[in-house]
């Protein structure tokens, strides 16, 4: 079972061609001894067959693909995970998955399901971004990169250190005028985590009390910054549509920076990541029941 649990997690790899050595032959010598993941595997492999045989949903224009071409020459080398946090985060893919993929037909169909909207957003998400400039990053997106640009200078300390977020709530008790409760780290308590809380302090926004709390991630920091809605709402920037909830996405002095709203706060996430900086994300939704489920990526108005 416990060679079922590993081989499931790697599925999406295999079929992406990314497994090597060791690896791709320990896998196909496990599918040929086990008709379970077998079968899982080429459940997979028709689904995905089905989606690239509908392509192409888009023909990118030639003028995009040269700017693309160009951006892609241009750009720095992209960050490599360590092998070890590729098997975490495979664990972590097949114990947050794996009920629903041994349950039922049906939990696997949502599954898929969950695959097909995401790929097929992202696509019009790129299609879509050469006919909607987004508008520039709001005042508030702003400042919340110059705070973290300060913190990393050390010019912004943290008035509390700890890695309990339960003790940096409990500390913002009082201390700001909205209720701020932080989530508690949900991955598996045997396994190394896949990014720490460092510890938080008092900001000041709009002549109102802010809280900023500062994590870490693959050895690169991520600055929360949470207001109340009554002192500021999000806006500006790219706005993408996720579980219900409009992500407000910016670039600011080479940082990513994503505001949005929830219960009567307002959120700004600041971190260097990869792509859209959502990698950082996994500060509130690591291995979570409630994972977001993207119901569109298509920016307002399209």
Not at 58 to 87: G, K, W
Not at 88 to 107: C, E, P
């Amino acid at each position: 079972m416990k060679q079922c649990e590993g081989a499931r997690a790697q599925v999406a790899f295999y079929l992406d061609n990314e497994l090597k050595g060791d690896e791709l032959r320990a896998f196909e010598s496990h599918l040929a001894a086990c008709p379970d993941c077998r079968r899982l595997c080429d459940d997979e492999r028709s689904f995905l067959a089905l989606v690239r045989a509908a392509r192409p949903l888009y023909v990118a224009p030639p003028e995009l693909r040269d700017q693309v071409e160009r951006t892609l020459s241009n750009a720095p080398a992209t960050y490599a995970a360590s092998p070890q946090l590729r098997r975490r985060v495979q664990q972590s893919i097949w114990q947050a998955s794996a009920t629903a993929l041994d349950s039922s037909n049906a939990r696997r169909a949502s599954m898929l399901a969950f695959i097909a909207i995401f790929i097929l957003a992202v696509v019009w998400l790129i299609a879509s971004r050469r006919d909607a400039p987004a508008s520039g990053p709001s005042e508030f997106a702003v400042r919340a990169v110059e705070m973290h640009q300060r913190y990393l200078r050390g010019q912004l300390p943290l008035e509390i250190s700890s890695v309990s977020p339960e003790q940096i709530t409990r500390w913002f008790t009082g201390k700001v005028s909205f209720n701020l409760e932080l989530p508690p780290y949900q991955g598996p308590p045997d396994q190394e985590k896949l990014y720490s809380l460092e510890g938080a302090r008092l900001v000041g926004f709009n002549n109102d009390d802010a809280a900023y709390v500062a994590y870490q991630m693959q050895q690169r920091p991520i600055s929360l910054v949470v207001t109340s809605n009554s002192v500021v709402l999000p806006s500006g920037g790219e706005e993408i549509v996720s579980q219900g909830m409009t992500i407000h996405y910016a670039l600011v002095d080479g940082y990513k920076v994503m505001t949005w709203s929830h219960k009567g706060l307002t959120y700004a996430l600041v971190s260097d990541l990869e792509e859209f900086g959502q990698d950082s994300c996994i500060v509130c939704h690591a291995a979570t029941k409630d994972r977001i489920f993207i119901e569109s990526l298509k920016p307002k108005g399209k």
